[in-house]
Nanobody
Framework: QLVESGGGLVQPGGSLRLSCAAS????????IGWFRQAPGKEREGVSC????????HYADSVRGRFTISRDNAKNTVYLQMNSLKPEDTAVYYC???????????????????????WGPGTQVTVSS
């Protein structure tokens, strides 16, 4: 089971760090993805990272502002979000890639249909 945390209300330009913690499973063999879904919109890929942390991908809308990282010893994946904008407002989810040991990370990897074991999500609201 995956559980996201760290969401909240933040002003434009602010920062948040989301965490994706696993229980009952090890994350260190899986590519992990962060996704978000705004009201009335489809769930979209934000970022994903391979098991070793050596390969990452970011959506164009967040590249340069968001950073994905992982601490396999803590069985946790993070999403550091800086310079937040109102359009970043959404429920943020993490999930694991359906193929154990998947190493190649690109735009195709970060498509939501490749992922399973979704967490319940954490709300991020960017507003003044």
């Amino acid at each position: 089971q995956l559980v996201e945390s760290g969401g909240g209300l933040v002003q434009p330009g602010g920062s948040l760090r989301l965490s994706c913690a696993a229980s009952g499973m090890r994350l260190d063999s899986f590519t992990i993805g962060w996704f978000r879904q705004a009201p009335g919109k489809e769930r979209e890929g934000v970022s994903c990272m391979n098991p070793s942390g050596g390969n990452t991908h970011y959506a164009d809308s967040v590249r340069g502002r968001f950073t994905i990282s992982r601490d396999n010893a803590k069985n946790t994946v993070y999403l550091q979000m800086n310079s937040l904008k109102p359009e970043d407002t959404a429920v943020y989810y993490c999930a694991k890639h359906r193929a154990i040991g998947w190493q190649s990370v690109d735009a195709e990897t970060c498509i939501r249909t490749n992922y399973i074991d979704w967490g319940p999500g954490t709300q991020v609201t960017v507003s003044s």
